[in-house]
């Protein structure tokens, strides 16, 4: 079965997102952790975690996909940045508990001209302070476009930075198909390449997560500009290979098109017929 979901709006809590989840047909979903463009989170209410939980295992949610703020930066060249930004990434991850055995997705950062190396670096020691042990969250990095100074425009640059981790079996990829097309990988007329390469550089063992977007763009534009599924430059067909490859079947798939729920319940329910069974027909 395909898993299939979107980001949801968190402000009513986690029993609203999985109610509104199960409403439009999707077994996971997408959510900041806190307001995307950062500062405090809201505290936790705790009855309402239990609830959701209850909820999502009548309902046979898959793992959920949690999306860190979109301003942290890991990699800023003001110490004081970092240090904000290691203390919001620090508390993610604590709170992150409450829904154990989930992901934790994150845009590695961007440079801002301190070059890619010192900039991994400079992720990869915010990230060992932060990560935990005994946590059960799997923190994701997320493949990037390579708009400005972002890094992870390359399975390469991801690699770099994972290798330079601690606690590398808590350490997976979320592929956002829009972002590695922005980046040059042609997963429309080449994605048994592009995923041979992701093996070859990563391991696809590391791929945990999907951001199943079209995109505004032509291959290697560098823009991330997320288009509805089928109005973009990759197209329907090449995304159903997408959710259709052996490789990749299993995973949670998350939309980030632009869509209210209605159009997400649409997308997902064409997706879902979209779906080849995956065994043989008889
Ligand atoms: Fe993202
Ligand atoms: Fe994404
Ligand atoms: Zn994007």
């Not at 949801?8 to 900041?32: H, N, P, Q, W």
């Not at 493949?143 to 079996?169: N, P, V, Y």
């Not at 998350?254 to 043989?280: C, K, M, V």
Request: aromatic share 8%; with cysteine; hydrophobic share 40%.
């Amino acid at each position: 079965m395909l898993h299939i979901g979107c980001h949801l709006s968190s402000t009513k809590g986690y029993l609203a997102m999985g109610k509104e989840a199960a409403r439009i047909g999707a077994d996971t979903f997408a959510f900041f952790t806190r307001n995307p463009r950062g500062g405090k989170a809201k505290e936790i209410d705790a009855q309402d975690v239990q609830a959701f939980l209850e909820f999502a295992a009548t309902q046979h949610f898959v793992k959920l996909v949690a999306h860190a703020p979109y301003t942290m930066n890991l990699c800023s060249a003001k110490e004081n940045i970092r240090t904000f930004a290691q203390e919001m990434l620090a508390d993610d991850l604590q709170r992150m508990e409450y829904t154990p055995g989930n992901f934790y997705n994150l845009h590695p950062g961007s440079h801002v001209g301190q070059g890619v190396s010192t900039g991994s670096k400079q992720i990869a020691t915010v990230l060992n302070q932060s990560m935990f042990p005994t946590q059960t969250t799997t923190v994701l990095l997320e493949t990037m476009a390579g708009k400005g100074t972002e890094i992870g425009r390359s399975f390469a640059e991801l690699q770099g930075i994972i290798e330079q981790l601690e606690l590398k079996d808590k350490v997976g990829v979320c592929l956002d198909t829009c972002h590695v097309w922005d980046g040059g990988y042609d997963i429309v007329n080449n994605l048994e390449a592009v995923l041979a390469e992701f093996d070859r550089i990563i391991g696809l063992d590391r791929l945990k997560a999907i951001h199943l977007n079209d995109s505004q763009n032509p291959c290697g534009a560098h823009k991330d500009r997320h288009a509805r599924i089928g109005e973009g430059c990759i197209g329907l067909e090449a995304l159903t290979r997408v959710i259709n490859h052996p490789a990749l079947r299993e995973l949670p798939f998350i939309l980030e098109t632009p869509n209210d729920l209605a159009g997400y319940a649409w997308e997902i329910a064409l997706l879902r017929a979209n779906q080849q069974s995956s065994f043989p027909a008889i």
